[in-house]
């Protein structure tokens, strides 16, 4: 099922996530939502809390050409982060059509827990180091504006509360 993407500025998308305590039916379908509304979006990546969830679940593929990599991470961890920055204009699907370069570690070793409850860790690097990174903040109510200068945040906030207030006229 498709869910609803919420837009910045919405509370719900600056709420710490709670943990997944247990892997149930119900988060089994919210992960298949979310790469579903991921996927026709279309996006690279989807937290939770933007389709309105606060636990600490997110789903990203990055691949663009070739089969489909979905990949659904249960309490994400960062566990290591190299010294080595990288700079990538970052987009996110709870701000539309807005872009900005955002620095973050080239590389980062992340831990999480799959949909069978295992364990998992790997080490991502390229776009998907800065995919992970981003969605991960997604869970404790960060988004990549927060990265930028104040006045470049505030227009990027006008901007969406000005789409907000469109779409609502709309429906
Ligand atoms: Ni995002």
Known sequence: ???????????????????????????????????????EAPGIGLAAPQVGVTKRVLVMDCIKDGPPEPMVLVNPEVVWSSEDVSVYEEGCLSIPDQYADVKRPAEVKVRWLDLAGQEQERQ??????TCVQHEIDHLDGKLFIDYLGPLKRQMITRKMEKLKRERARAD
């Not at 509370?11 to 790469?35: G, H």
């Not at 991502?124 to 180091?129: E, K, M, S």
């Open 1 to 39: 099922m498709i869910r609803a993407i919420l837009i910045h500025p919405d509370p719900r998308l600056k709420k710490v996530c709670e943990p997944v305590a247990e892997i149930t039916p119900e988060l089994r379908q919210l992960a298949s939502d979310l790469l579903e509304t991921m996927y």
């Open 124 to 129: 991502f690097h390229g776009i998907w180091a």
